[in-house]
């Protein structure tokens, strides 16, 4: 349904509880928003600006959704944070800033099956307190027991197939409150280099995060075009008032449109996140 030719179209959503305007909890959607921007005023950054695909760089997480990201894990405030598929170490130096904020440390456990060209080349024994050098698609066989309270998978989930990870969060969800997921869309990815894990295999839609029961899911394009998923998926042992939340702002979006008439939209604009009843 389009809400305006300048700014915000909705999309599918996902289900689940969510809030009304007037601030009651209600059963629904939680929309989807493209934001459609203007020709530019200003110059923008190229994309090697915005992503971390260089490269030099590669294999690390794209820059997108940090500060969102980063604002979801201050709100659960952790004690144990899991990150799969850790690249450079972007989430644990993200960790480290909110440790050295809230002066308490967060245990910091980190997932990566490469061990030469990517736990040793970014030296992430330094920043992690434990680097489990383990394929994602088998900690469901091999670690019965790993627990905490996020579970962050940032461009991660589409390396592996559909079946493998959904298998992945069905597991994280027995084990962990919250599960936070970053999801290219519409990126091709082939192999880099001799990276032959960088592929990109899986196609996921805000309808695929929708299967899972406590999930919200919003979808944006960023500055280069391509499309990205942020999605929360909640414990099954959690009460949906525990729930966390991320939705669009669906009362701005009168406002989303008048803004992109006047000046670029960031695709990190209007977006709420929280808890279900806190």
Same mark, same amino acid.
């Given at each position: 349904?389009?809400?305006?030719?300048?700014?915000?179209?909705?999309?599918?959503?996902?289900?689940?509880? /969510?809030? /009304?305007?007037?601030?009651?909890?209600?059963?629904?959607?939680?929309?989807?928003?493209?934001?459609?921007?203007?020709?530019?005023?200003?110059?923008?950054?190229?994309?090697?600006?915005?992503?971390?695909?260089?490269?030099?760089?590669?294999?690390?997480?794209?820059?997108?959704?940090?500060?969102?990201?980063?604002?979801?894990?201050?709100?659960?405030?952790?004690?144990?944070?899991?990150?799969?598929?850790?690249?450079?170490?972007?989430?644990?130096?993200?960790?480290?800033?909110?440790?050295?904020?809230?002066?308490?440390?967060?245990?910091?456990?980190?997932?990566?099956?490469?061990?030469?060209?990517?736990?040793?080349?970014?030296?992430?024994?330094?920043?992690?307190?434990?680097? +489990?050098?383990?394929?994602?698609?088998?900690?469901?066989?091999?670690?019965?027991?790993?627990?905490?309270?996020?579970?962050?998978?940032?461009?991660?989930?589409?390396?592996?197939?559909?079946?493998?990870?959904?298998?992945?969060?069905?597991?994280?969800?027995?084990?962990?409150?919250?599960?936070?997921?970053? +999801?290219?869309?519409?990126?091709?990815?082939?192999?880099?280099?001799?990276?032959?894990?960088?592929?990109?295999?899986?196609?996921?839609?805000?309808?695929?995060?929708?299967?899972?029961?406590?999930?919200?899911?919003?979808?944006?394009?960023?500055?280069?075009?391509?499309?990205?998923?942020?999605?929360?998926?909640?414990?099954?042992?959690? /009460?949906?008032?525990?729930?966390?939340?991320?939705?669009?702002?669906?009362?701005?979006?009168?406002?989303?449109?008048?803004?992109?008439?006047?000046?670029?939209? /960031?695709?990190?604009?209007?977006?709420?996140?929280?808890?279900?009843?806190?």
């Amino acid at each position: 349904m389009a809400c305006g030719t300048d700014g915000v179209t909705d999309g599918a959503g996902t289900s689940g509880p /969510s809030r /009304s305007s007037n601030g009651r909890s209600v059963w629904g959607r939680v929309w989807t928003a493209t934001v459609r921007r203007p020709p530019p005023q200003r110059e923008q950054p190229g994309l090697a600006d915005v992503l971390d695909y260089r490269e030099d760089r590669m294999p690390i997480s794209a820059s997108v959704f940090d500060k969102v990201l980063k604002k979801m894990i201050q709100l659960c405030d952790p004690d144990t944070v899991l990150d799969i598929g850790p690249g450079a170490g972007k989430y644990a130096r993200m960790l480290l800033a909110i440790e050295a904020e809230r002066k308490r440390p967060i245990r910091k456990l980190c997932v990566e099956i490469d061990n030469e060209r990517v736990v040793q080349r970014f030296d992430l024994r330094n920043l992690y307190d434990e680097v +489990i050098n383990e394929d994602a698609a088998r900690l469901a066989k091999r670690y019965p027991v790993l627990t905490g309270d996020i579970a962050i998978a940032g461009d991660v989930i589409e390396h592996l197939t559909k079946s493998e990870g959904v298998d992945l969060i069905e597991y994280l969800q027995y084990r962990f409150k919250h599960i936070f997921l970053v +999801i290219p869309v519409d990126w091709v990815s082939l192999e880099y280099q001799d990276h032959r894990y960088e592929s990109h295999i899986a196609i996921w839609r805000p309808a695929d995060i929708a299967r899972f029961a406590g999930s919200y899911c919003i979808q944006r394009r960023i500055d280069d075009g391509h499309k990205f998923l942020l999605a929360s998926i909640n414990s099954i042992t959690l /009460s949906p008032r525990d729930y966390f939340v991320i939705k669009n702002k669906v009362a701005a979006i009168d406002r989303l449109i008048a803004w992109a008439a006047r000046r670029q939209l /960031s695709y990190e604009e209007a977006i709420d996140v929280g808890f279900l009843n806190r």
